[in-house]
């Protein structure tokens, strides 16, 4: 049933665009395992078969940022709730890119909503892996959450970056982040 191949071909990218949801897993040499959901519309650009860049808005932590710098695996996953039943999950290697990094603004154009952008991570897929999924349930997608995006359009960058440097330099593990060098 489950079948890995080494890049994306052109079915998981077209369900990958379809998706509003994925999975993010990292972890550490030592420490927990993290696995955080993402919603936010317009976040995953797949660059091509190869290569995506993730634009990462801040919030209340930042183990993916900590466990990177530690170990550059990472997964996503991505499930259908609607139509057919599939899993796709991604193994990648990947890197972080802040503002301070040359490559940061270049990959930023990528995106529509860049207010409290925290850092992009560009991911080298290692493998792709695709499963039945039957076990997930059927879901119906309403909408997405306004919550967040209110919160970063009525703070200032200021404000932004005052949350960051006191909820984000530092994992949940107490592991850097680097955010701010």
Same mark, same amino acid.
């Given at each position: 049933?489950? %079948?890995?191949?080494?890049?994306?071909?052109?079915?998981?990218?077209?369900?990958?665009?379809?998706?509003?949801?994925?999975?993010? &897993?990292?972890?550490?040499?030592?420490?927990?395992?993290?696995?955080?959901?993402?919603?936010?519309?317009?976040?995953?650009?797949?660059?091509?078969? =190869?290569?995506?860049?993730?634009?990462?808005?801040?919030?209340?932590?930042?183990?993916?940022?900590?466990?990177?710098?530690?170990? %550059?695996?990472?997964?996503?996953?991505?499930?259908?709730?609607? =139509? *057919?039943?599939?899993?796709?999950?991604?193994?990648?290697?990947?890197?972080?890119?802040?503002?301070?990094?040359?490559?940061?603004? *270049?990959?930023?154009?990528?995106?529509?909503?860049? =207010?409290?952008?925290?850092?992009?991570?560009?991911?080298?897929?290692? %493998?792709?892996?695709?499963?039945?999924?039957?076990?997930?349930?059927?879901?119906?997608?309403?909408?997405?959450?306004? *919550?967040?995006?209110?919160?970063?359009?009525?703070?200032?960058?200021?404000?932004?970056?005052?949350?960051?440097?006191?909820? =984000?330099?530092? &994992?949940?593990?107490?592991?850097?982040?680097?955010?701010?060098?």
């Amino acid at each position: 049933m489950a %079948s890995f191949k080494d890049t994306l071909n052109e079915k998981d990218i077209k369900f990958i665009q379809k998706q509003k949801m994925f999975f993010v &897993s990292t972890a550490p040499k030592d420490g927990r395992i993290n696995i955080s959901p993402k919603g936010l519309d317009g976040t995953l650009k797949i660059l091509d078969k =190869n290569t995506i860049v993730w634009l990462n808005y801040f919030g209340s932590g930042n183990e993916t940022a900590a466990h990177l710098l530690e170990n %550059s695996r990472i997964t996503l996953m991505f499930c259908a709730y609607e =139509n *057919e039943a599939l899993i796709l999950r991604i193994y990648a290697k990947a890197v972080i890119l802040h503002e301070r990094n040359s490559k940061f603004k *270049e990959y930023l154009k990528l995106f529509d909503y860049k =207010n409290a952008a925290r850092q992009i991570f560009k991911l080298d897929i290692q %493998s792709v892996n695709s499963s039945c999924g039957m076990g997930v349930p059927l879901y119906k997608y309403i909408a997405q959450r306004d *919550e967040l995006v209110n919160y970063y359009d009525t703070h200032t960058k200021e404000d932004h970056i005052k949350y960051m440097k006191e909820k =984000n330099q530092i &994992s949940f593990d107490g592991k850097e982040t680097k955010l701010f060098i």
